[in-house]
């Protein structure tokens, strides 16, 4: 059974920092790439970071980049997102989300296992 673990949101001021972690359980995680979604209250879940398998590839939604960094340990079957200069507009659930066996970055529709989100919420 496939298991995504997230954690680390939280409340945070403006210009603060988190990392959420997902620990990933079930799979072959140095097979799988990984994501990270969000989802604020009212709107449609938006595609954060990838990364690929071995991490030699990434991508970014624009309003991150600089300020997102995503990361994993294939060892220790974890995924991180560090966020550094949060805004308000980066409160939301963020959600992990898994493709096994996929090569490269998968498309936002071929990730096939999710993780039940954690909450960040930036205060202005």
């Known amino acids: 059974q496939v298991q995504l673990v997230e954690s680390g949101g939280g409340l945070v001021q403006a210009g603060g920092s988190l990392r959420l972690s997902c620990a990933a359980s079930g799979l072959f995680f140095s097979s799988t790439a990984m994501a990270w979604f969000r989802q604020a209250l009212g709107k449609e879940r938006e595609f954060v970071a990838a990364?690929?398998?071995?991490?030699?590839?990434?991508r970014y939604v624009d309003s991150v980049k600089g300020r997102f960094t995503i990361s994993r340990d294939n060892a220790k079957n974890t995924v991180y997102l560090q966020m550094n200069s949060l805004r308000p507009e980066d409160t939301a659930a963020y959600y992990c989300?898994?493709?096994?066996?996929?090569?490269?970055?998968?498309?936002?529709?071929?990730?096939?296992?999710w993780g039940q989100g954690t909450q960040v919420t930036v205060s202005s």
């Open positions: 990364i690929s398998r071995s991490g030699d590839r990434i």
């Open positions: 989300a898994a493709a096994p066996g996929r090569y490269g970055l998968p498309r936002d529709d071929e990730y096939m296992y």
